[in-house]
T-cell receptor, first 111, second 108 residues
Framework: NAGVTQTPKFRVLKTGQSMTLLCAQD?????MYWYRQDPGMGLRLIHY???????AKGEVPDGYNVSRLKKQNFLLGLESAAPSQTSVYFC??????????FGQGTRLTVV | GIQVEQSPPDLILQEGANSTLRCNFS?????LQWFHQNPWGQLINLFY???GTKQNGRLSATTVATERYSLLYISSSQTTDSGVYFC??????????FGTGTRLKVLA
């Protein structure tokens, strides 16, 4: 039982490049979330999903897209990376929106 | 949206001391969690506590939902307690909103 697994753990991108972050959970949770954490700040919600095939915007959705084609996976895409997207990205899952469990984070640097 | 305020923002303790961290929120919530972010960046679930009191070893938490605050108590602090403590709340939309955290440093 791995919980919430994020891939990759580290990535460096050049401005304008695209990439996809993968979040996988093996707890059969309905809800999944993507957050970003900037230095000295709390986590801010980018997008979330309340079930397979659904997505919704959070607090800071601009510049990101998401997909939830399978219940266990939640993908976060950056179509054209910008330095302002340098951050640590966390994925979380939750059963029915109750207690949330987080992955280990992905450190992304855009140069 | 809901605003979450945590206090104090920074706290330095000697090993063995006790402390209380506070989380205030601006609207009624269905869910509330406390997390510890360790120096390696991992977010560790401490308590899921939308109301009432819970204890786990040296840590305990109390949420008074009607008065819109939660408290995290750390007793007999250890150097391994260092890190950032976050409070996160969610209302009926199931979106967890985080506070900016309390940065704790425990000195040996």
């Amino acid at each position: 039982n791995a919980g919430v697994t994020q891939t990759p753990k580290f990535r460096v991108l050049k401005t304008g490049q695209s990439m996809t972050l993968l979040c996988a959970q093996d707890m059969n949770h309905e809800y999944m979330y993507w957050y970003r954490q900037d230095p000295g700040m709390g986590l801010r919600l980018i997008h979330y999903s309340v079930g397979e095939g659904t997505t919704a915007k959070g607090e800071v959705p601009d510049g990101y897209n998401v997909s939830r084609l399978k219940k266990q996976n939640f993908l976060l895409g950056l179509e054209s990376a910008a330095p302002s997207q340098t951050s640590v990205y966390f994925c979380a899952s939750s059963p029915q929106g109750i207690e949330a469990f987080f992955g280990q984070g992905t450190r992304l640097t855009v140069v | 949206g809901i605003q979450v305020e945590q206090s104090p923002p920074d706290l330095i303790l000697q090993e063995g001391a006790n402390s209380t961290l506070r989380c205030n929120f601006s609207d009624s919530v269905n869910n509330l969690q406390w997390f510890h972010q360790n120096p390696w960046g991992q977010l560790i679930n401490l308590f899921y506590i939308p109301s009432g009191t819970k204890q786990n070893g040296r840590l305990s938490a109390t949420t008074v939902a009607t008065e819109r605050y939660s408290l995290l108590y750390i007793s007999s602090s250890q150097t391994t307690d260092s890190g950032v403590y976050f409070c996160a709340v969610a209302s009926g939309t199931y979106k967890y909103i985080f506070g900016t955290g309390t940065r704790l440093k425990v000195l040996a």
